[in-house]
């Protein structure tokens, strides 16, 4: 059974800067990409992802140059580092993964494994 615990999330005024883990357990073979999701009450938006074998990453169009993901050389954690943040980043931001390709983690049909997630609040 594997799992994915977020945490890090937290309350910032805008333009502050937050990073959040996520600590991957319960499956001893290497997952294809993982990534993190935001969900806001009526929407559910990928942020960002990554592959694990080459470090390839992608991120929304609301967030490039903001946000950054990452993960350790053993691929059982998950970074995403936020700066210069906005009221409308604000949401539950959860962790993902998939065993497959990184545009597996880039939606929600290709996902076999997500975090409860950790909130964010940006206040202006």
């Known amino acids: 059974q594997v799992q994915l615990v977020e945490s890090g999330g937290g309350s910032v005024q805008a333009g502050g800067s937050l990073t959040l883990s996520c600590s991957r357990s319960?499956?001893?073979?290497?997952?294809?990409?993982m990534g993190w999701v935001r969900e806001s009450p009526g929407e559910q938006r990928w942020v960002a992802a990554t592959?694990?074998?080459?470090?390839?990453?992608e991120y929304d169009a609301a967030v490039k140059g903001r946000f950054t993901i990452s993960a350790d050389d053993t691929g059982n954690t998950l970074y995403l580092r936020m700066s210069s943040l906005k009221p409308e980043d604000t949401a539950l931001y959860r962790c993902?993964?998939?065993?497959?390709?990184?545009?597996?983690?880039?939606?929600?049909?290709?996902?076999?494994?997500w975090g409860q997630g950790t909130q964010v609040t940006v206040s202006s």
């Open positions: 592959t694990l074998h080459n470090g390839r990453k």
């Open positions: 993902v993964a998939s065993h497959g390709p990184i545009g597996y983690c880039t939606s929600p049909a290709g996902i076999d494994d």
């Open positions: 319960g499956d001893p073979y290497p997952m294809g990409c």
